[in-house]
C-alpha cells in the first residue's frame, strides 16, 4: 500500500484533541474509542441503552434514543466528525447527521447493508460473485423464488438480521407457508444455498484520499450462527487469499466508503480449484478482525478511526499467525484461566450480564 496526499476538496485531517462521534455503544464502539485515545483522539458515544459498554471507556456520552432529534443535533455540533459501530442505525438517523456534520462512512453504504435485496443487487452490479436470489414479498412469491435459486435454499429477512436470526431453510415448496411463519411475515430474500468448503471475511479499509488496503483473510468458523473461531493466515491459495482482497477493496471502492468494511465469503472447492461466493457486507469493523488487534501492528479498529480522522492509512501487514476464539456466554468465566496463558491476549468488554449467546469478549492467541 501506497500513501498519497488527501484527494483535492477532501476535508483536512482532524487534529489530536478532535473528537470523533460513534453512533452504538457495544463492543465495537468500545474498542474503536480505545483505539482512538493513544492518537490523542476523543470519542462521544450515542446510544439508547444506559449500559452500554462503549461509556465505560469514552470521554463523553449521550443516552438518547436514535429518533431524537434535539439530542441528535447537540451530538452533531458536539463532535468534529460522527462514524457508526453497527449497520442497524436507522437510515434517517444517519440522513439527520449527515445533513449536520461529516458522516464516515456515509449514509449510502449503511442503506446499502441494511437491505439484503439492495446490497445483493448492488454486489451484482459490480461484478461480486454470488449465490442464486429473488425477492419474496408474500408466502406466494416463494415458488417463483425457487425456481431461480433451487431448492433447498435459505429464506432470509431484508432487514435486521444478524448471529442466524430473521432467517430459516426451505427444503421443499410443501414448507414454504411455514417458513414465512417462521421469519415473521416479513419481506425477504430467498437465496440457493451454497455447498462451500469454509467461510472467510475480507477486511478492507479505504481512507478519506481514496487509498485502499486490505487485512490477511480470516477463515471462520460459526457454532449456532454465531462466530466462534477466526484463524490467520486461512487454509486458501494464494490465487484465492488475492482475489479476496481486491474483492473486498473493490466494494469500499465503489460504495464511496471511508473507513473498514467487512465481505463475508464462502469458500467453493470444485475439481481442485477454489471460488468465492460473497455472502453480505457489514459495513463497519468486523468481529472477524478482531485478531488484529494482536497481530498486527495496526489494528483493524486503529484504520478506522484513521480512516474517519482523515488521516493515511497504516499498515495491513500481519506480524504473526493469530486464533481468535470469541467468549460466548459463560465462556467468560474462564478469564482467569485464559490470562494465564502466555500467549494469549484477553479482550473483555465490561458486560456484567452474562447470558447464552451473548458476546462477552474475545482472545487472541498468537505464535
Keep these: 500500500m501506497t500513501v498519497s496526499p488527501l484527494a483535492p476538496g477532501a476535508t483536512s485531517p482532524l487534529a489530536p484533541g478532535a473528537t470523533i462521534g460513534i453512533l452504538g455503544g457495544g463492543q465495537l464502539g468500545r474498542m474503536l474509542a480505545l483505539a482512538a485515545a493513544p492518537l490523542g483522539l476523543k470519542c462521544h458515544i450515542y446510544c439508547p441503552d444506559e449500559a452500554s459498554p462503549a461509556f465505560q471507556v469514552s470521554d463523553a456520552f449521550t443516552l438518547a434514543a436514535y429518533d431524537d432529534e434535539a439530542a441528535l443535533a447537540a451530538f452533531a455540533d458536539a463532535v468534529d466528525v460522527v462514524t457508526y459501530e453497527f449497520e ?76 442466524g436470526k430473521g432467517q430459516t431453510r426451505i427444503e421443499s415448496l410443501d414448507d414454504a407457508a411455514a417458513a414465512w411463519e417462521r421469519i415473521g411475515k416479513a419481506p425477504a430474500v430467498l437465496e440457493g444455498v451454497v455447498g462451500f468448503a469454509l467461510e472467510c471475511s475480507v477486511l478492507a479499509a479505504r481512507g478519506a484520499n481514496g487509498m485502499t488496503a486490505a487485512y490477511d483473510i480470516a477463515e471462520n468458523e460459526h457454532h449456532n450462527h454465531i462466530l466462534k473461531w477466526t484463524h490467520v493466515p486461512a487454509s486458501l491459495s494464494s490465487e484465492t487469499q488475492a482475489e479476496a482482497r481486491a474483492l473486498g477493496m473493490k466494494v469500499a471502492e465503489a460504495l464511496d466508503y471511508v473507513g473498514v468494511l467487512a465481505v463475508e465469503l464462502f469458500v467453493v472447492r470444485e475439481d481442485g480449484a477454489e471460488r468465492l461466493v460473497a455472502n453480505e457486507i457489514a459495513p463497519r469493523v468486523h468481529n472477524s478482525g478482531h485478531w488484529t488487534q494482536d497481530g498486527c501492528l495496526v489494528s483493524q479498529f486503529e484504520q478506522h478511526i484513521r480512516a474517519v480522522a482523515g488521516w493515511p492509512l497504516g499498515t495491513t501487514e500481519r506480524r504473526c499467525d493469530v486464533v481468535m476464539e470469541n467468549l460466548i456466554g459463560a465462556d467468560a468465566e474462564s478469564w482467569a484461566e485464559i490470562i494465564a496463558e502466555p500467549s494469549a491476549r484477553l479482550h473483555l468488554y465490561g458486560k456484567s450480564d452474562i447470558r447464552p449467546g451473548r458476546k462477552m469478549g474475545h482472545v487472541n492467541r498468537v505464535k
Design 88 to 163: 442497524n442505525v436507522p437510515e434517517a438517523t444517519a440522513r439527520f447527521l449527515e445533513e449536520r456534520t461529516l458522516l464516515r462512512p456515509g449514509a449510502g453504504p449503511l442503506a446499502v447493508a441494511q437491505d439484503r435485496l439492495s446490497e445483493k443487487e448492488f454486489l451484482s452490479s459490480i461484478g461480486i460473485p454470488l449465490s442464486p436470489f429473488a425477492p419474496v414479498n408474500e408466502p406466494g412469491d416463494i415458488p417463483k423464488a425457487a425456481a431461480v435459486t433451487g431448492l433447498p435454499a435459505i429464506l432470509k429477512t431484508r432487514r435486521m438480521g444478524y448471529d
